[in-house]
């Protein structure tokens, strides 16, 4: 059974920076796909980022394109999520994913709270 703990949410200002991380628990880490979603108060779940099973390739949603980076360390069984040039609209719970392939994910974190002051 797999297991996801994001850490890294946190209080900042317009233009601030964050890095969400996400562990992943078990001996096949690198057999994943990764992906990064977010909920805002009152909104649906959307897309962030993902990348693909050795790191390789990586998609982003069109509104944190330029901004946000995803990456991972199988030795670590970690995901990050670079976050630079943060706005009050990025302000959401932050989800880690896992899934055997692109759009299918899985398994799920218990989320971690981004909050973008004006």
């Known amino acids: 059974q797999v297991q996801l703990v994001e850490s890294g949410g946190a209080l900042v200002q317009t233009g601030g920076s964050l890095r969400l991380s996400c562990v992943v628990s078990g001996r096949t880490f690198s057999s994943y796909v990764m992906g990064w979603f977010r909920q805002a108060p009152g909104k649906e779940r959307e897309f962030v980022a993902g990348?693909?099973?050795?790191?390789?390739?990586?998609h982003y949603a069109d509104s944190v394109k330029g901004r946000f980076t995803i990456s991972r360390d199988n030795a670590k069984n970690t995901v990050y999520l670079q976050m630079n040039s943060l706005r009050p609209e990025d302000t959401a719970d932050y989800y880690c994913?896992?899934?055997?392939?692109?759009?299918?994910?899985?398994?799920w974190g218990q989320g971690t709270q981004v909050t973008v002051s004006s």
């Open positions: 994913s896992a899934g055997p392939q692109r759009w299918e994910y899985t398994h």
């Open positions: 990348i693909s099973r050795s790191g390789g390739v990586t």
